[in-house]
């Protein structure tokens, strides 16, 4: 059986990553895909917790704890999602390492340092990254709840983002509607899943 295709969506606040992630799912679901939703951070755990209470102001904590924390919140899905994508599960992953160092380098830590702690994480297959300027993204409301939602951080986090992308990477324009978002997102998600069933094939 093929291994399952990591599928990531990345991007600034308020660019629509979990209606999308969540429209993946559905839609791989009912093409009798075997697939999950995975979300970072994972505010359900005991250091998801910690996080949470970070982003809601509820705690202080230096700059370099809370990005170790980041990245352990994703170390320990680890097992989890390695075990679901060798027993051939897609994932479909509402943010991850790519977030972490944009975030955290937009705060002014040093991008080799941020990048170390996820080095060795499962990567993804395939990597969305849902871009809106800022200037649009603060339309959007409910901008300036959490801790990062300001317009200088969100600036500098999208330029990051911008520096860290690969060629694997596929731009989205997140000013487009969500269903013809959607539309691209579900088609190249087909496609990934297609090249990885046929890999696994040529593997047996
Ligand atoms: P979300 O639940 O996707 O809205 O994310 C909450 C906030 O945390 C959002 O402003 C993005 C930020 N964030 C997500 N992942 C990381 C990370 O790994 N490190 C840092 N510093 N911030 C992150
Ligand atoms: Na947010
Ligand atoms: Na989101």
Same mark, same amino acid.
């Given at each position: 059986m093929a291994r399952g295709r990591f599928i990531l969506l990345e991007g600034c606040d308020r660019a629509g990553k979990s209606t999308q992630c969540a429209m993946l799912v559905a839609a791989l679901k009912e093409k009798g895909h075997s697939v999950e939703l995975c979300k970072f951070p994972d505010r359900t755990t005991t250091i998801g917790q910690m996080i949470h209470a970070y982003l809601t102001n509820a705690k202080e904590l230096d700059d370099r704890a809370i990005h170790l924390l980041f990245s352990a919140n994703r170390w320990e899905a680890m097992q989890s999602m390695k075990r679901k994508l060798k027993g051939g599960t897609h994932l479909v992953v509402d943010r991850y390492a790519y977030s972490g160092v944009a975030f955290s380098t937009a705060k002014g830590l040093d991008l080799t340092w941020c990048k170390n702690p996820d080095k060795g994480l499962v990567r993804p297959d395939l990597? /969305?990254? !849902?871009? !809106?300027? #800022? #200037?649009?993204?603060? $339309? +959007? =409301?409910? /901008? =300036?709840?959490e801790r990062y939602e300001n317009r200088e951080l969100q600036e500098r986090v999208r330029e990051v983002f911008l520096q860290l992308k690969g060629k694997e990477w596929v731009m989205i324009d997140a000013r487009e509607t969500v269903q013809s978002m959607h539309h +691209?997102? !579900? $088609?190249?998600?087909?496609?990934?899943i297609r090249v990885g069933e046929l890999d696994g094939r040529f593997a047996e």
């Amino acid at each position: 059986m093929a291994r399952g295709r990591f599928i990531l969506l990345e991007g600034c606040d308020r660019a629509g990553k979990s209606t999308q992630c969540a429209m993946l799912v559905a839609a791989l679901k009912e093409k009798g895909h075997s697939v999950e939703l995975c979300k970072f951070p994972d505010r359900t755990t005991t250091i998801g917790q910690m996080i949470h209470a970070y982003l809601t102001n509820a705690k202080e904590l230096d700059d370099r704890a809370i990005h170790l924390l980041f990245s352990a919140n994703r170390w320990e899905a680890m097992q989890s999602m390695k075990r679901k994508l060798k027993g051939g599960t897609h994932l479909v992953v509402d943010r991850y390492a790519y977030s972490g160092v944009a975030f955290s380098t937009a705060k002014g830590l040093d991008l080799t340092w941020c990048k170390n702690p996820d080095k060795g994480l499962v990567r993804p297959d395939l990597t /969305f990254f !849902l871009d !809106l300027p #800022t #200037t649009e993204a603060e $339309k +959007r =409301g409910g /901008f =300036g709840e959490e801790r990062y939602e300001n317009r200088e951080l969100q600036e500098r986090v999208r330029e990051v983002f911008l520096q860290l992308k690969g060629k694997e990477w596929v731009m989205i324009d997140a000013r487009e509607t969500v269903q013809s978002m959607h539309h +691209r997102i !579900l $088609k190249e998600a087909e496609e990934n899943i297609r090249v990885g069933e046929l890999d696994g094939r040529f593997a047996e």
